[in-house]
């Protein structure tokens, strides 16, 4: 669960209001991120490297620090949009699981697609 405590903020409600990126963070994030899932396909792709070429592309941390990205009460549940009294409720209604577009997903897409490009062509195989 995103945690204002975590964060900095703790008179926050979940990522509720927030404005900013975590700034200057040394310690460790506790945001819901499943570390074992992280290392299980951290370890994978490792493994599977000397026969399949697999880049293990980290964002999490990254994603992690942009608690000013999520939808919060800006949101929709159950195909509606929330009410002025859900909106003001954040501690029931935030969304802090979700992004905002443009955001955080964009800079996946970014990362994603420079990796792709910066790819150094396979040697070409030529006939004699």
């Known amino acids: 669960m995103n945690s204002p405590q975590v964060w900095g903020n703790p008179d926050g409600i979940r990522c509720a209001k927030e404005t900013m990126p975590l700034l200057n963070w040394n ?4 945001l819901g991120t499943d570390w074992d ?3 299980v396909a951290s370890n994978v ?3 599977a490297s000397p026969r399949v070429p697999i880049t293990f592309v980290d964002i ?3 994603s992690e620090r942009r608690k000013d990205g999520h ?3 800006h949101t929709i549940r159950q195909g509606q949009i929330l009410t002025p009294e859900q909106q003001a409720d ?3 209604y935030a ?5 905002c577009l443009p955001g955080v997903p964009d800079i996946w ?3 994603l697609y420079t990796r792709i490009m910066s790819r150094p062509e396979p040697a070409r195989v030529t006939a004699s």
């Open 109 to 111: 897409n970014s990362i």
């Open 60 to 62: 999490t941390t990254m």
């Open 27 to 30: 310690g460790p994030m506790w």
């Open 37 to 39: 899932m992280f290392k």
């Open 45 to 47: 792709s490792r493994e």
């Open 71 to 73: 939808t919060s009460v």
């Open 95 to 99: 969304d802090c699981i979700h992004w």
């Open 90 to 92: 954040p501690g029931t």
